[in-house]
């Protein structure tokens, strides 16, 4: 089974910085994409960054040049740091990552942490 661990959440006022870590930890045979998803009340999940096993990141536009995605494969963690936050980031963020096991399995599976708060607020 493989397990994602969120940390890092919290309250912050709008301009601040916070960073969060998910580790995955398991039976992990190799993770090709991690990622952060988010979840504000009333509204879908939505992706905030993507970073590949090769480094390549994808960032939701609402988030470009505040945001950073960057991963320590050698740990199997993933980190989001995130600047000049606004209230409208506020939001459930999720830690995702696809996985595979063993050698055998074919396809990478999605697996999703239980998700840590942020809240932005004056």
């Known amino acids: 089974q493989v397990q994602l661990k969120e940390s890092g959440g919290g309250s912050v006022q709008p301009g601040g910085s916070l960073r969060l870590s998910c580790a995955a930890s398991?039976?992990?045979?190799?993770?090709?994409?991690m990622g952060w998803y988010r979840q504000a009340p009333g509204k879908q999940r939505e992706l905030a960054a993507t970073?590949?096993?090769?480094?390549?990141?994808n960032y939701a536009d609402s988030v470009k040049d505040r945001f950073t995605i960057s991963r320590d494969k050698a740990t199997n963690t993933v980190y989001l740091q995130m600047n000049w936050l606004k209230p409208e980031d506020t939001a459930v963020y999720y830690c995702?990552?696809?996985?595979?096991?063993?050698?055998?399995?074919?396809?990478?599976?999605?697996?999703w942490g239980q998700g840590t708060q942020v809240t932005v607020s004056s």
């Open positions: 995702n990552a696809g996985v595979r096991t063993t050698s055998l399995q074919r396809l990478y599976r999605d697996y």
């Open positions: 398991g039976i992990i045979f190799s993770i090709n994409r």
């Open positions: 970073i590949t096993s090769g480094g390549q990141t």
